[in-house]
């Protein structure tokens, strides 16, 4: 990262630390794992009368534990694909730091899309035994809410630089490269 305020552009740097990369690695496949056992488990023999006394299926009760491991990825992972995307821009410090904060506001929210549909076979009936049903969309309501609001305010900070990046890298792929003033000659 630069650190001159003058220079506001954004621009790709092949960098990544060994550690982030390692981290972002070992939970994927620490991941993949354990919903490997968690489908090995739906497959043993008389696992579904272990629960019988539950108003949930089994399948419910797999999805919801699926669920609780993807959810706890993502927001383990959060911070590693800020520190991630940081460390492949180069640009103002302030900037790529928006840049990379960006990436894990949307890895938090899409960690709220996931839960709020994983977790709902379990816990809406349970809520709509008390007669709070609302109250479960009420709350992934405001919980997505809050971290879209995160995002927009993060995005709307690098909109330039990026829009900037994204355009000098679709010119160059496209063969171009020419500014507009050249272009209206």
Do not use: K
Request: net charge negative.
């Amino acid at each position: 990262m630069v650190d001159s305020d003058d220079d506001r552009s954004l621009r790709f740097v092949p960098a990544a630390e060994e550690s982030t990369v390692r981290r972002v690695v070992a939970v994927c496949l620490g991941l993949v794992g354990l919903l490997f056992v968690l489908g090995l488990v739906a497959l043993l023999p008389g696992a579904d009368r272990l629960l019988d006394a539950l108003t949930v299926s089994l399948v419910t009760v797999l999805v919801a534990a699926a669920t609780a491991l993807v959810v706890g990825a993502l927001v383990v992972l959060a911070p590693a694909v800020r520190r991630l995307v940081e460390q492949s821009l180069g640009g103002t410090d302030t900037v790529v730091q928006h840049v990379g904060a960006s990436a894990m506001y949307l890895v938090r929210f899409v960690a709220v899309l996931v839960a709020y549909e994983g977790f709902a076979g379990a816990v809406r009936p349970l809520f709509a035994a008390f007669d709070i049903g609302g109250l479960y969309d009420l709350g992934f309501l405001a919980l997505g809410l809050l971290v879209l609001g995160a995002l927009v305010r993060r995005l709307y900070r690098c909109w330039a630089p990026v829009t900037e990046l994204v355009t000098a890298y679709v010119t160059d792929a496209l063969g171009g490269g020419q500014t507009d003033a050249a272009e209206s000659r």
